[in-house]
Structure formats: structure tokens, C-alpha cells
């Protein structure tokens, strides 16, 4: 396993939309596994493919005990066919380190996905883990959380995001 560089704001992979895996291989399953080592060394609890660069519809997530035992941590082709409920919860990124902020978001979703063995499934999640998935689904699509910001809200870290533009063209192109 390896651990891998995440991109940060401002590189223009997190703004694009994500191709379908088409068919699930061995390469799918090991790359979600140097993810999920990566999330956990990065001490995250969700981390979509485009993050590490790989624009390519496949997320990890763990929230520990905070979600049944069990649950599922590879997602590919996720897609949301139901969202009920509503919450609030102070969200942050391994892409926007520093940055926190509350997002609403529904609090419970029906998902359609195919698991780590390559299993088409269809299941439940509300709360943390709800709330992870969705987040990532938006990285899927070139959509970060500080998206979900209203103006004024923006207004109140725009320095910080531009501090980040800034520190990712620093890295640039070692880590792209
Ligand atoms: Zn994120």
C-alpha cells in the first residue's frame, strides 16, 4: 500500500466531474486501498478518487463507530436515489485544509453503489456516514463544501481559499 499526495484547492482536478468506473478490476480495489490508508494517515473519514488526482467515480469512507458495524467503505458509482431529513453539521476537506464550516445537508439518503468486490448494492446511510458520502459524491462532481456557502459566508474566508490557491500552484507540478 502508499500513501498518496491529496490535491489541494485550486488545482483544477477537484473541478472536474468524475468519469463512471465501467468495470470494477484489481486496480480499483488496490487504489481504494492506498486511499483508504491515505485518508486514515491524513486522519479523514471520506476521500474521493479525483482527490488524489484520479478523476474516476470511486470514494472511501470510515467513520468508525459512528456508523454500524459492517457498513460498507468502498463506493463506486455512487448515486444518490433518495434524501430525506435535513442537518446541519461544521464540515471540513483534506483538499480545504484549515477551513471549516456548516453545511446543511439531508440527513438520511438512499445509495445505489457497487461495493469493493464489485457488488452492486442498495442501502440506507443517515447521519455521519450520510453526511460523508454526500460530500464526497459533490467531489465526484467538481464541487467542494465551501461551495454551499452563501455569499456573505464566503466573503468571511476568501483569504484563506486564496492562501490555498496559492500554496497549490506552490506545489504544482511536483504533486500533479
Ligand atoms: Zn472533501
Not at 41 to 63: S, T, Y
Not at 111 to 124: P, Q
Request: hydrophobic share 40%; with cysteine; charged share 30%.
Amino acid at each position: 500500500m502508499a500513501l498518496l499526495p491529496v490535491r489541494i484547492y485550486g488545482d483544477p482536478v477537484l473541478r472536474t466531474k468524475s468519469e463512471p468506473i465501467r468495470e470494477v478490476d484489481d486496480s480499483h480495489l488496490s487504489l481504494a486501498l492506498d486511499m483508504l490508508e491515505t485518508m486514515r494517515h491524513e486522519e479523514g473519514i471520506g476521500l474521493a478518487a479525483v482527490q488524489i488526482g484520479r478523476p474516476i467515480r470511486m470514494l472511501v469512507a470510515d467513520v468508525g463507530d459512528r456508523a454500524p458495524k459492517g457498513a460498507p467503505k468502498i463506493f463506486i458509482n455512487p448515486e444518490i436515489v433518495e434524501a430525506s431529513g435535513e442537518w446541519t453539521f461544521d464540515e471540513g476537506c483534506l483538499s480545504v485544509p484549515g477551513i471549516t464550516a456548516e453545511i446543511v445537508r439531508p440527513k438520511r439518503i438512499r445509495l445505489r453503489f457497487t461495493d469493493g468486490k464489485g457488488e452492486g448494492r442498495e442501502e440506507v446511510f443517515d447521519e455521519l456516514l450520510a453526511r460523508v458520502l454526500q460530500h464526497e459524491i459533490d467531489h465526484l462532481n467538481g464541487t467542494l463544501f465551501v461551495d454551499h456557502l452563501e455569499e456573505v459566508e464566503r466573503a468571511a474566508i476568501w483569504k484563506q481559499l486564496l492562501e490555498l490557491e496559492k500554496e497549490s500552484r506552490r506545489r504544482a507540478p511536483a504533486t500533479r
